[in-house]
């Protein structure tokens, strides 16, 4: 079994550190130079490589001794390219939403790398981590609570001209909110009023307003649009997708509905208990899915339409998610997985096309962490 | 996003052989609110009915009136602000509207199981999810905690959660949001409905809108309202184009457009639409064939299900 992970073509493992056109060692000048340059479409604008984030799990009041970690996020690496939409599916506690905040900075990185226009924003600290936060805004899942509710919208959406005065003068300030209100589909005159005087799907144009009042260059979206009425939803959706064009945006676009994700992703990723178990293109992922995994949780996605329910086959996963403190050895999904053998307890399988489809022209051949990957149709009717 | 009432399957002390009628039945229910804009009319004159045994889901959008109709089936309204001016909710023929507290008691829970979506608040955060399910039958039937515990992996997996035996002793929170709407069933999710539904109610500002059996809901919607909920949710087996939104919104419920509540959203919308509302009319087939449990309160159903 061991003498396997030897054969391993170590040119198709995980994109690591040495394809990453890396800015060595820069000043802040220099970083801030990097960080403003602009990045063709289709390029590479957010490179993260082997990110691990572990939270500690600590005994004791007095004497506090660590005694373990959540292993949240385990090493994981992907590319968002300029003006694409890359979803982030998993089920909750599969580490999707702490990818989100280390990507925005929120939480320090116990390791890896986040290559943002080939600078590592985990080392970067002042005036240069300033300028990144400016180009990397998120919109949060919850309208109802993620709005103060003592602030009039026009506050809320200008608040960030207060931490980068350099983008909107003082004098500037109000026109350039009402301009955002239009852009996303509200009335201008709106701009006095009080969150509460609102709809769900109308405090989320305001959330996506102040996410764009910095002009940012990639928005990182948490469940978007799960709290949002169906009708609403689409609308929401279709908003983002207009903007995306308009502005010239990319997505990290992190969602549980796999139908939504699918709709509005250029590419796809799964994430499995803190680590990437397969990524690759909407079509990829969803008509040629090869981990175990993703067929699984495409199997058991209810479909409304009863023509296309029919025959469609559902794979029910047996046992918990085991905790991210004490994962699984090898393949961290073999506990719950139908092809597991003796080697997936051994070996960790790594994101990579798989061996048997590699050079193949084929959908099937994307990165995916599986020992025994193997295309399988779960979301169209046999 | 729904509703479902559940009749109990759960077999109680008494056997129906005296009464042959619906379970359950909704006569002309009105609900409302006082407010400082006004009287918000939340429930506008609903009907429906539920045998034992079935499932029925109720659909609609924030302010549809679906939670409050459960409400006041289940006796849980708050009184006031809520007012019910008119209406009966007869279980086994008796109004539950007019009878006691206990007696109503005994009913809500033990009888009828009501399945909450959206109120993923309504579960306590720091109490298994099992343990609340089970609540219900260690209060209504007297079980013991653990007999609780089976009827409440018995109901988890009723409503497909996978692993129900593993997943009792959990905590809300690590249940999905798609999980929690299966548990307290009314969801954003239509596909979820599908699964667990024998019949639905589309409901709209108040009133319902359309009945229909789940599948044929779904395969030709006869209210403009339901198609357009239908064909706004993207699809896991294609790649969409841009995704079709119903314009506007749901509107404020002290101040109803007149005619048809949906008229202002509606792309077939017709001078009568402003004038007269609607009735929930049975739907047929081209040629005049019935469809059974089939209803649409839209002046134009017609041209919407038959094109």
Redesign the interface.
């Given at each position: 079994m061991a003498d396997l992970a030897k054969n391993e073509p170590a040119a198709e493992a995980t994109p690591n550190v040495s394809d990453v056109d890396v800015v060595a060692d820069p000043t802040k000048d220099e970083a801030i130079a990097a960080i403003t340059a602009p990045v063709e479409r289709g390029e590479p604008i957010l490179q993260v490589r082997n990110l691990v984030k572990h939270f500690p799990l600590t005994q004791g009041i007095l004497f506090k001794k660590q005694i373990g970690a959540v292993k949240a996020v385990d090493g994981i690496s992907f590319d968002l390219y300029q003006g694409e939409t890359l979803g982030i599916v998993g089920?909750?506690?599969c580490g999707k939403s702490t990818v989100a905040k280390l990507l925005m900075t929120l939480e320090t990185a116990t390791s890896g790398e986040v290559f943002y226009k080939g600078t590592d924003i985990t080392k970067l600290s002042g005036r240069a981590l300033k300028a990144v936060r400016r180009n990397i805004q998120m919109v949060f899942q919850d309208p109802y609570t993620s709005l103060n509710p003592r602030m009039t919208v026009g506050d809320i959406i200008g608040e960030p001209f207060e931490i980068h005065p350099e983008v909107a003068p003082k004098g500037d300030r109000r026109r350039r909110v009402q301009e955002l209100l239009d852009v996303v589909g509200l009335n201008p005159e709106y701009i006095n009023r009080y969150p509460h005087q609102f709809?769900?799907?109308?405090r989320q144009r305001i959330g996506i307003a102040r996410g764009l009042a910095l002009n940012p260059e990639i928005i990182v979206c948490d469940e978007p649009v799960?709290a949002?009425?169906?009708?609403?939803?689409?609308?929401v959706?279709?908003l983002m997708?207009k903007l995306q064009d308009e502005f010239n945006l990319s997505y990290l676009f992190i969602a549980?509905?796999?139908?939504?994700v699918?709709?509005i992703s250029d590419r796809v990723g799964v994430m499995y208990l803190g680590k990437m178990a397969e990524i690759g293109s909407?079509?990829q992922i969803?008509d040629h899915p090869t981990h175990p995994y993703t067929q699984a949780l495409?199997s058991?996605?209810?479909?409304?339409?009863?023509?296309?329910?029919e025959g469609r086959e559902r794979i029910?996963?047996?046992?918990?998610v085991p905790s991210p403190a004490n994962p699984p050895s090898g393949c961290r999904f073999r506990t719950r997985c139908w092809k597991a053998e003796e080697r997936c307890a051994t070996e960790e399988p790594l994101l990579a096309v798989p061996q048997r489809f590699t050079g193949k022209d084929t959908p099937a051949a994307h990165e995916s962490a599986c020992h025994f990957a193997e295309e399988k149709d779960v979301?169209?009717?046999a | 996003?729904t509703t479902t009432a559940k009749t109990a399957t759960v077999p109680g002390p008494r056997a129906a052989a005296d009464y042959d009628g619906h379970l359950l039945e909704v006569r002309d229910l009105h609900v409302e609110f006082h407010t400082r804009d006004g009287v918000a009319k939340a429930v506008n004159g609903v009907n429906y009915t539920v045998d034992a045994g079935e499932t029925l889901a109720v659909l609609g959008?924030?302010g549809s009136g679906k939670s409050v109709t459960a409400q006041a089936i289940m006796g849980i309204l708050d009184m006031p602000p809520g007012r019910i001016p008119q209406g009966e909710v007869l279980f086994r023929g008796q109004d539950m509207l007019t009878m006691g507290k206990e007696e109503r008691r005994k009913i809500r829970g033990q009888k009828i199981a009501m399945i909450f979506q959206d109120a993923l608040s309504s579960l306590n955060p720091v109490l298994s999810v099992g343990y609340q399910l089970g609540e219900m039958f260690r209060v209504h039937q007297g079980l013991s905690k653990k007999e609780a515990k089976a009827k409440a992996i018995e109901l988890m997996e009723r409503v497909k959660i996978?692993?129900a035996k593993?997943?009792v002793n959990d905590y809300p929170?690590?249940?999905?949001?798609?999980m929690r709407m299966g548990l307290i069933l009314i969801t954003?999710?239509?596909?979820?409905?599908?699964?667990v539904a024998d019949k639905i109610a589309v409901m709209y500002a108040g009133r319902i809108v359309e009945t229909a059996p789940?599948?044929e809901l779904?395969?030709r919607p006869a209210h403009p309202y339901t198609r357009?909920?239908?064909d706004?949710?993207?699809?896991?087996?294609q790649?969409?184009q841009?995704?079709?939104?119903?314009k506007g919104?749901?509107p404020n419920l002290t101040r109803i457009p007149s005619g048809c509540a949906f008229n202002p959203r509606c792309p077939m919308a017709q001078d009568i639409c402003r004038t007269e509302v609607p009735t929930l009319a049975p739907v047929t087939e081209q040629d005049g064939t019935d469809l059974p449990g089939r209803g649409s309160a839209c002046h134009f159903w017609k041209e919407t299900i038959h094109g």
């Open positions: 089920e909750s506690g709809s769900g799907g109308q799960s949002l009425d169906v009708s609403v939803q689409a609308q959706v279709n997708e549980h509905d796999l139908s939504i699918r709709h909407d079509e969803y495409l058991a996605v209810p479909v409304p339409d009863p023509a296309s329910r029910i996963l047996t046992g918990d979301v169209h009717a | 996003m959008e924030s996978p692993a593993e997943r929170h690590q249940f999905s949001g798609g954003h999710d239509l596909g979820v409905v599908a699964d789940v599948h779904y395969a357009g909920l239908l706004s949710i993207p699809r896991l087996d790649k969409g841009e995704l079709y939104a119903i919104l749901p």
